[in-house]
């Protein structure tokens, strides 16, 4: 009785010193209330709760700002952020000011979200190539949707000169172009509620297909936005049931941290990320996407953290190409740093909308140099 009961003890008390792997409290930053990234957060604050007794106080922000300035001072331990990962990373267009330019994150995990060119149907467009000389809704003041955008184009060996750029004043106005015949195409989520409407209405929807084994076109996309891959998607506005069409996957929500933040604290982050998985998997339609074997690997918008990598090693999803990608994605974002000082001081006279062209001039020769 007395060794049942010290071997007892002694599994009740590894389990507590596994629970208290994670701090009592963390801070998050995330996209507003109502947003997918807040809802999200909000499933695995509520399962690091249940599962280790760690209180999460998760801070929304509608800007990307408002999300990575709490992380950048400290005042917040993790992020759930969108594409502002990568422009941060690159100092690319609202980073690209002399206050900001270039800084490093580190990412711990990010679930894949599906993104594609939607055409209405009566476009003609069948294929990406198609799009030319079509009329391509964007949103004014919104790179996010836009770099994605020229990155499909480019899939399909097309720049912006090849095509009408429609620029709306809303992300509302632009997705529900085609309905009102005001363009032809845009890209965005396959499941955005305008791409339904489209769908029911007499133009219809046609998603052009990204093949996965179109290496020349996913090397042209990789060229404009390294952090996308092939994604069969089943669940899109229009698409019949049963059917799959062939998209790309970025990351959305991308938790990330600095890479100052201890290792051991990242480790056992993501490590509670993974063992909390079946409390929150369900929390939303996509959070199933959440599992390690998806949302640990690259391409994602910064490097991983090392404290992630450790992790994912044990668990047997990283690999020696994740290991080539990791280091490449830190050269890539070390270049960027290096030239960012020289060039604010050679151009620290210039007004803004000069000094962020110049910048971006600047960023394409150091990234064309690496390659």
């Given at each position: 009785?007395?060794?049942?009961?010290?071997?007892?003890?002694?599994?009740?008390?590894?389990?507590?010193?596994?629970?208290?792997?994670?701090?009592?409290?963390?801070?998050?930053?995330?996209?507003?209330?109502?947003?997918?990234?807040y809802?999200?957060?909000?499933?695995?604050?509520?399962?690091?709760?249940?599962?280790?007794?760690?209180?999460?106080?998760?801070?929304?922000?509608?800007?990307?700002?408002?999300?990575?300035?709490?992380?950048?001072?400290?005042?917040?331990?993790?992020?759930?952020?969108?594409?502002?990962?990568?422009?941060?990373?690159?100092g690319?267009?609202?980073?690209?000011?002399?206050?900001?330019?270039?800084?490093?994150?580190?990412?711990?995990?990010?679930r894949?979200?599906?993104?594609?060119?939607?055409?209405?149907?009566?476009s003609?467009?069948?294929?990406?190539?198609?799009?030319?000389?079509?009329?391509?809704?964007?949103?004014?003041?919104?790179?996010s949707?836009?770099?994605?955008?020229?990155a499909?184009?480019?899939?399909?060996?097309?720049?912006?000169?090849?095509?009408?750029?429609?620029?709306?004043p809303?992300?509302?106005?632009?997705?529900?172009?085609?309905?009102?015949?005001?363009?032809?195409?845009?890209?965005?989520?396959?499941?955005?509620?305008?791409?339904?409407?489209?769908?029911?209405?007499?133009?219809?929807?046609?998603?052009?297909?990204?093949e996965?084994?179109?290496?020349?076109?996913?090397?042209?996309?990789?060229?404009?936005?390294?952090?996308?891959?092939?994604?069969?998607?089943?669940?899109?506005?229009?698409?019949?049931?049963?059917?799959?069409?062939?998209?790309?996957?970025?990351?959305?929500?991308?938790?990330?941290?600095?890479?100052?933040?201890?290792?051991?604290?990242?480790?056992?982050?993501?490590k509670?990320?993974?063992?909390?998985?079946?409390?929150?998997?369900?929390?939303?339609?996509?959070m199933?996407?959440?599992?390690?074997?998806?949302?640990?690997?690259?391409?994602?918008?910064?490097?991983?953290?090392?404290?992630?990598?450790?992790?994912?090693?044990?668990?047997?999803?990283?690999?020696?190409?994740?290991?080539?990608?990791?280091?490449?994605?830190?050269?890539r974002?070390?270049?960027?740093?290096?030239?960012?000082?020289?060039?604010?001081?050679?151009?620290?006279?210039?007004?803004?909308?000069?000094?962020?062209?110049?910048?971006?001039?600047?960023?394409?020769e150091?990234?064309?140099?690496?390659?």
């Open positions: 009785m007395k060794v049942i009961h010290a071997a007892s003890l002694s599994l009740a008390l590894a389990g507590a010193a596994a629970a208290q792997e994670l701090p009592k409290t963390m801070i998050w930053s995330s996209y507003d209330v109502g947003s997918a990234g809802a999200e957060a909000s499933a695995i604050a509520d399962a690091f709760g249940k599962e280790f007794g760690t209180r999460v106080r998760i801070q929304p922000s509608g800007s990307s700002i408002g999300r990575l300035q709490p992380l950048l001072q400290g005042r917040a331990d993790y992020a759930f952020l969108a594409t502002e990962a990568f422009f941060l990373s690159e690319a267009y609202d980073f690209a000011t002399p206050e900001w330019g270039p800084r490093p994150l580190r990412a711990i995990a990010g894949p979200a599906s993104t594609a060119m939607a055409a209405a149907a009566d003609g467009i069948k294929t990406v190539a198609d799009a030319r000389g079509k009329r391509i809704a964007f949103v004014a003041g919104n790179p949707i836009n770099v994605k955008c020229e499909i184009l480019a899939f399909g060996g097309l720049t912006l000169d090849d095509v009408e750029v429609i620029t709306f809303t992300y509302a106005a632009a997705m529900s172009s085609m309905t009102r015949n005001e363009s032809d195409a845009t890209c965005t989520s396959p499941t955005t509620s305008q791409f339904y409407e489209l769908a029911e209405s007499p133009r219809g929807i046609f998603y052009p297909p990204l996965p084994d179109n290496a020349e076109g996913w090397a042209k996309l990789e060229k404009v936005l390294p952090i996308m891959s092939p994604q069969s998607e089943t669940v899109a506005a229009g698409l019949p049931e049963g059917e799959t069409a062939q998209m790309a996957a970025y990351r959305y929500p991308v938790i990330a941290t600095t890479p100052d933040k201890s290792a051991d604290d990242v480790y056992a982050f993501i509670a990320l993974d063992e909390s998985y079946d409390l929150y998997k369900e929390g939303t339609a996509t199933e996407r959440w599992s390690l074997d998806q949302a640990g690997k690259p391409p994602i918008d910064v490097p991983f953290h090392e404290g992630a990598i450790r992790y994912l090693k044990e668990k047997g999803i990283w690999t020696a190409e994740d290991d080539a990608w990791n280091d490449k994605r830190i050269a974002q070390d270049a960027l740093i290096a030239a960012w000082e020289p060039f604010k001081a050679e151009n620290a006279g210039l007004p803004e909308d000069e000094f962020a062209a110049a910048w971006m001039a600047r960023r394409a150091v990234v064309a140099s690496l390659d």
